[in-house]
């Protein structure tokens, strides 16, 4: 078994004396771990770092073997990233959620999603909007996507402002108003094109993170991850 692929690095951990086994969210393969023989040494390293976005050549006898990676270096942005600690924070998060996606399952939108968020020449706003559309993505490929599309209540398919914590569904703003203490605030950038405050963005974080804990944290007993809480406060202080 072969196959060649583009994708993100998003992980690397010590294998043996002198090799690693490097987990890569790839293009049409998904999140896949293989053996780097060698990985260890200094003319890997610089590739080997998460953030980076590698040519990827997988090779095993079977499929279902870990099989190994021969590794090219595409995009070395892992040093840009090592001197921006917020987008430092950004890719570890994302590498974060994308390691909750099922092995060899293909999320090319995800994929793509993560690798604009990094873009050198995000300011803080975008990213900020990015992450929060991530979020709000993942949730969908990991089956438990918010109906955000029209209200619960009357059906309406404009004036959403809030989204119930039990069921994930939209509320217009006339129905929402006695609730308002219960139900969480749905930005605006999150259904259209519309600026994002820093009051959207906590509000967007909030939301998301609700329903990832809800779905998927506690149901699988991890942590979520370390950086998120550090993550949104850099942002919101740099808007």
Same mark, same amino acid.
């Given at each position: 078994?072969?196959?060649?692929?583009?994708? #993100?690095?998003?992980?690397?951990?010590?294998?043996?004396?002198?090799?690693?086994?490097?987990?890569?969210?790839?293009?049409?393969? @998904?999140?896949?771990l293989? #053996?780097?023989?060698?990985?260890?040494?200094? %003319?890997?390293?610089?590739?080997l770092?998460?953030?980076?976005?590698?040519?990827?050549?997988?090779?095993?006898?079977? =499929?279902?073997?870990? @099989?190994?990676?021969?590794?090219?270096?595409?995009?070395?942005?892992?040093?840009?990233?090592?001197?921006d600690?917020?987008?430092?924070y950004?890719?570890?998060?994302?590498?974060?959620?994308?390691?909750?996606?099922?092995?060899?399952?293909?999320?090319?939108?995800?994929?793509?999603?993560?690798?604009?968020?990094?873009?050198?020449?995000?300011?803080?706003?975008?990213?900020?909007?990015?992450?929060?559309r991530? =979020?709000?993505?993942?949730?969908?490929?990991? @089956?438990?996507?918010?109906?955000?599309?029209?209200?619960?209540?009357t059906g309406?398919?404009?004036?959403?402002?809030?989204?119930?914590?039990?069921?994930?569904?939209?509320?217009?703003? =006339?129905?929402? %108003?006695?609730?308002?203490?219960?139900?969480?605030?749905?930005?605006?950038?999150?259904?259209?094109?519309?600026?994002?405050?820093?009051?959207?963005?906590?509000?967007?974080?909030?939301?998301t @993170?609700?329903?990832?804990?809800?779905?998927?944290?506690?149901?699988?007993?991890?942590?979520?991850?370390?950086?998120?809480?550090?993550?949104?406060?850099?942002?919101?202080?740099?808007?």
């Amino acid at each position: 078994m072969q196959w060649q692929g583009e994708g #993100l690095l998003i992980g690397v951990r010590r294998h043996g004396e002198s090799s690693v086994i490097a987990e890569v969210m790839v293009a049409r393969h @998904g999140r896949t771990l293989g #053996l780097v023989r060698g990985g260890r040494s200094s %003319k890997l390293a610089a590739t080997l770092q998460p953030g980076n976005t590698v040519q990827v050549n997988w090779r095993a006898r079977l =499929e279902e073997h870990l @099989g190994a990676f021969t590794v090219e270096l595409i995009d070395a942005r892992a040093a840009d990233l090592i001197a921006d600690r917020t987008r430092l924070y950004a890719c570890q998060l994302l590498c974060d959620h994308l390691r909750l996606l099922p092995e060899r399952d293909p999320h090319d939108r995800l994929l793509g999603l993560a690798v604009g968020a990094l873009a050198d020449r995000r300011s803080a706003p975008e990213l900020a909007v990015e992450l929060a559309r991530f =979020e709000l993505s993942l949730l969908d490929e990991l @089956g438990f996507g918010l109906d955000l599309s029209a209200c619960a209540v009357t059906g309406q398919t404009t004036d959403l402002t809030h989204v119930s914590p039990k069921t994930g569904r939209a509320v217009s703003r =006339e129905p929402a %108003k006695p609730y308002c203490d219960r139900l969480l605030r749905l930005p605006q950038f999150l259904i259209a094109e519309a600026p994002a405050t820093p009051q959207d963005i906590a509000d967007a974080f909030r939301l998301t @993170g609700h329903f990832l804990h809800m779905h998927v944290w506690e149901p699988r007993q991890v942590e979520p991850p370390a950086v998120r809480d550090a993550l949104i406060e850099a942002l919101t202080d740099r808007l």
